[in-house]
T-cell receptor, first 114, second 110 residues
Framework: DVKVTQSSRYLVKRTGEKVFLECVQD?????MFWYRQDPGLGLRLIYF???????EKGDIPEGYSVSREKKERFSLILESASTNQTSMYLC?????????????FGQGTRLTVV | RKEVEQDPGPFNVPEGATVAFNCTYS??????FFWYRQDCRKEPKLLMS???SGNEDGRFTAQLNRASQYISLLIRDSKLSDSATYLC???????????FGAGTRLAVHP
């Protein structure tokens, strides 16, 4: 059974804190993604990684950074959490090659910044 | 302009109805497209890929129109269990980056 696991389902952090969201996949996928999902806005890509130590900014990278030191793990870092980063965060992974690579998602982390 | 755009809905339809969603994409180089389904408070899951010639999976039919740069999803004989958000997805770039639309919400009522 394929699996993408996010470290927390719910998280409450204070404004200004440094926040780490972890994602691990067991499918040997090259690609990993971090999205945030807000009502009416759908899934917006924050960062994308296509290999170890390789990353690409998505549509809304401001206030975030990422780390991919191992193929199976992709971390999202909020350098200094702010209330407008309260959201649902979804991690996904997929194969980098092939015509129709299916993406598999973690269950999401609902982050509240107070 | 967003790379993938969808009508957010909601589409409210009775059981048994036929409903269609459209999605437009701006990157003419995109080669592959998908429909994902997301249930309330759940993660998105692949519903079906979209093939150039159109494809069918039971009550679901997906079409691609490259000239007009849109894809569509047709659901026939709607069931209550079809109530969900349907996300249109395009692959972008050489590394298969996945770009999602904002989703179209479908509510099927008795």
């Amino acid at each position: 059974d394929v699996k993408v696991t996010q470290s927390s389902r719910y998280l409450v952090k204070r404004t200004g804190e440094k926040v780490f969201l972890e994602c691990v996949q067991d499918m040997d996928h090259e690609n990993m993604f971090w999205y945030r999902q807000d009502p009416g806005l759908g899934l917006r890509l924050i960062y994308f990684s296509y290999d170890v130590k390789m990353k690409e900014k998505g549509d809304i990278p401001e206030g975030y950074s990422v780390s991919r030191e191992k193929k199976e793990r992709f971390s999202l870092i909020l350098e200094s959490a702010s209330t407008n980063q309260t959201s649902m965060y979804l991690c996904a992974s997929s194969k980098r090659t092939g015509l129709r690579p299916e993406a598999f998602f973690g269950q999401g982390t609902r982050l509240t910044v107070v | 302009r967003k790379e993938v755009e969808q009508d957010p809905g909601p589409f409210n339809v009775p059981e048994g109805a036929t409903v269609a969603f459209n999605c437009t994409y701006s990157n003419s180089a995109s080669q592959s497209f998908f429909w994902y389904r997301q249930d309330c408070r759940k993660e998105p899951k692949l519903l079906m890929s979209v093939y150039s010639s159109g494809n069918e999976d039971g009550r679901f039919t997906a079409q691609l129109n490259r000239a007009s740069q849109y894809i569509s999803l047709l659901i026939r004989d709607s069931k209550l269990s079809d109530s969900a958000t349907y996300l249109c997805v395009a692959l972008s770039g050489g590394y298969n980056k996945l770009i999602f639309g904002a989703g179209t919400r479908l509510a099927v009522h008795p």
